[in-house]
């Protein structure tokens, strides 16, 4: 289990150090992806996970707490090769996800920090570190996310069952496809630690004219893929089984 801890913080903060990047390419001033576009976050998140993936394949890779709670609902022996499914290793998951997603944004913030310091409204600076909608109507927003995350985490659990055995590329495309199809309510968080461990290393970092860090809505991209997390389970569960 130390190891698969270590794991997990590893691969989920290249997970956000690569996500979050993209983002700050593409919508902070002055850089050389400004205004790159929706379809290059999607692409830069997707080859994020890809990373983050081959990163932390000493504990399954799983660099989401919403993945970590899928495998529990879905009847899961081990979280990894030799890491019995129980309440302290999903915990322990848990806190490593949300370490990692911390570091991450942090280094982030640390290779765009110039860029951090142009002026830009501070919408745009959180963006850079969590998910917002575009439309604010909470409910909504957290059917979308519940959606989204089922879809990430049924179809990672069917991958698992899969003869060919698809690795890295194929959860890094699911998640470029997710992002094109069912990110533009919320910018789909579909992952609790790729939120709110950035949502706080916002809230702690000396980022010039941050603004609030907006917490009134942080509770649907926390609670909403946990939802959709444990209902792939437990369908996969029943129909993978």
Sequence with gaps: MGQAFVSEVLGTAILLLLGAGVVANVILPRTKGFGGGWLLINFGWGLAVFAGVFAAFKSGA???????????????????????????????????QMLGAVIG?????????????????????????????ELRSYGWNFATEVIATFVLVFIILAFGNTPSELGPLAVAMLVVGIGASLGGPTGYAINPARDLGPRIAHALLPIRGKGSSDWAYSWVPFLGPLVGGLIAGLVAGAYIG
Excluded: M, R
């Design 105 to 133: 944004a942090t280094l982030a913030f640390v290779a765009y920090k110039k860029h951090f310091d142009q002026d830009a409204d501070p919408a745009v600076k959180l963006g850079v570190f969590s998910t917002g909608p």
């Design 62 to 96: 799983h660099l989401n707490p919403a993945v970590t709670i899928g495998l529990v609902a879905s009847g899961a022996d081990e979280f990894a090769p030799g890491v019995d499914v129980t309440f302290v290793n999903g915990f322990l998951y848990v806190v490593a």
